[in-house]
């Protein structure tokens, strides 16, 4: 997926630069600078896209570490508590 894009940007880059040089062929070049720039998104949004993946990691981990933070409750109240609070912030329970 990675490669297809910097495919893209080659290709667009050849053609834009090659038609840059020759004469009536400035559609060409636009149409090779669009491929080009069609790649480099592709290349971004790739990165993006990884990036979002490790973020996604990183927030399932938080998620699972609030949910263990809801599964620790006040004896007393049952109000949900801070896992590692002495005291229960609701009725004053000692929690430890
Ligand atoms: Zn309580």
């Not at 997926?1 to 636009?30: D, E, N």
């Not at 990884?50 to 399932?60: I, P, W, Y």
């Not at 620790?72 to 949900?80: A, D, G, L, P, V």
Request: hydrophobic share 45%; with cysteine; glycine share 6%.
């Amino acid at each position: 997926m990675k490669i297809s894009g910097w495919i893209f940007i080659i290709i667009g880059a050849v053609v834009a630069i090659t038609a840059y040089f020759i004469p009536h062929l400035r559609f060409f070049f636009y149409v090779g600078s669009a491929i080009a720039a069609y790649g480099l998104a592709k290349v971004i949004f790739n990165f993006i896209f990884k990036e979002d993946r490790t973020q996604q990691n990183s927030m399932n981990y938080e998620q699972l570490a609030a949910k263990e933070l809801q599964e620790s409750r006040c004896r007393r109240c049952k109000n949900i508590v801070r896992r590692f609070d002495n005291f229960c912030s609701y009725c004053g329970m000692r929690l430890r």
